[in-house]
């Protein structure tokens, strides 16, 4: 050999072809095992919420925990309710609800619950803090939800 280069035999079309197709196939299964924990993780399963809660506010702060505060015409009991049937564990006030969930003008706190959803990806935590009283037009009850 003077000076030519040594060239490999050519691939089949065919062959190549084959190969491309077992690449995707490869490719498309070891996506459909990972897709479900991928999008777990960017977009968050969430934390469970009672029907009819409307989202009022969401605060991301400098420093500390962002959270979302939302508002329901279900009484605080109910709310909290709803999060111990959704694998939560809830601490209740002392102070005991009026008759018929009638508002008094006095916000007071309810209880707060802590729970945690498991994901493929991770494990969900999430905090509730539930206060009632407020004026029928804001709620009459308003939760705090923090996810962790």
Do not use: H
Not at 122 to 140: D, F, H, K, S, T
């Amino acid at each position: 050999m003077t000076g030519a280069a040594r060239r490999l035999p050519p691939v089949p079309v065919w062959l190549a072809l084959l190969l491309m197709v077992a690449a995707v196939a490869a490719a498309a299964l070891i996506l459909a095992r990972i897709a479900e924990p991928l999008y777990g993780l960017v977009f968050g399963s969430g934390a469970p919420l009672p029907e009819g809660a409307v989202e009022i506010e969401r605060v991301r702060p400098e420093r500390g925990a962002a959270y979302r505060v939302f508002r329901t015409a279900q009484t605080g009991r109910e709310v909290a309710a709803f999060y111990e049937k959704a694998g939560g564990a809830c601490v209740y006030t002392g102070i005991a609800s009026d008759e018929g969930g009638a508002s008094t003008g006095r916000e007071r706190s309810v209880a707060r619950c802590r729970g945690k959803q498991d994901s493929a990806a991770r494990g969900n935590g999430w905090e509730v803090y539930i206060a009632e009283g407020y004026p029928a037009q804001e709620g009459p009850t308003i939760f705090r939800l923090y996810e962790y």
